[in-house]
């Protein structure tokens, strides 16, 4: 059955730690992202990956940073430099060849700083 | 820099009317246009996208969008809506080339659809 994993679903982060998020994808895409979603707000994107050990930074990449190691794996590290980190992420992958596919979405991981 | 806005925070319709959400957008060069479904803490599900062609792309769940190049536009359209409808809908756009360094799937900033019986 093939898609996009995150976990934790819900995460729990302590002032001053880093945090790991998991994304996986068995989809065999290209491009993978990173969003970040706050209570009645649009998505805005932290990180992206078009090719395996290559990322670029979106539009709120500061206090974050991620890996492409895999193809199927974007770990997105939130650190203790992030100062709002409490919020809804959103990984997603896509096709690139031959044309832009629509990205699949992940469910989510909901972070709280407690 | 690609932009994508959806002007309605907020959209109301009875059901069995008809429901438009609307998107403008703003890329060099062509476009890749999607619309997006999102449900209480969940992730996106895609509905449908334009690439090139026919100006009315059709989607699923009986949605269709209509892509006018002249007006930047792509707003999204179902004929009847279902109380099931009521979501937060997203529009999001790519530009051409879609390798070029610097290029990324932008979204809105969302509209929820409220629809009642």
Not at chain 1, 30 to 40: E, K, L, N, S, T
Not at chain 1, 45 to 73: C, H, M, P, T, W
Not at chain 1, 99 to 104: I, K
Request: charge should be positive; hydrophobic fraction near 35%.
């Amino acid at each position: 059955d093939g898609g996009i994993t995150q976990s934790p679903k819900y995460l729990f982060r302590k002032e001053g730690q880093n945090v790991t998020l998991s994304c996986e994808q068995n989809l065999n895409h290209d491009a993978m992202y990173w969003y970040r979603q706050d209570p009645g707000q649009g998505l805005r994107l932290i990180y992206y990956s078009q090719i395996v050990n290559d990322f670029q930074k979106g539009d709120i990449a500061e206090g974050y940073s991620v890996s492409r190691e895999k193809k199927e794996s974007f770990p997105l590290t939130v650190t203790s430099a992030q100062k709002n980190p409490t919020a809804f992420y959103l990984c997603a992958s896509s096709i690139d060849v031959p044309g832009p596919g629509e990205a699949f979405f992940g469910q989510g991981t909901r972070l709280t700083v407690v | 820099a690609q932009s994508v806005a959806q002007p309605e925070d907020q959209v109301n319709v009875a059901e069995g009317n008809p429901l438009t959400v609307k998107c403008t957008y703003s890329v060099s060069g062509n476009p890749y246009l999607f619309w997006y479904v999102q449900y209480p803490n969940r992730g996106l599900q895609f509905l449908l996208k334009y690439i090139t062609g026919d100006n009315l792309v059709k989607g699923s769940y009986g949605f269709e969008a209509e892509f006018n190049k002249s007006q930047t536009s792509f707003h999204l359209k179902k004929p009847s809506a279902l109380v099931s409808d009521s979501a937060l809908y997203f529009c999001a756009v790519r530009a051409l080339p879609f390798k070029a360094a610097g290029n990324k799937l932008t979204f809105g900033g969302g509209t929820r659809v409220l629809v009642k019986p």
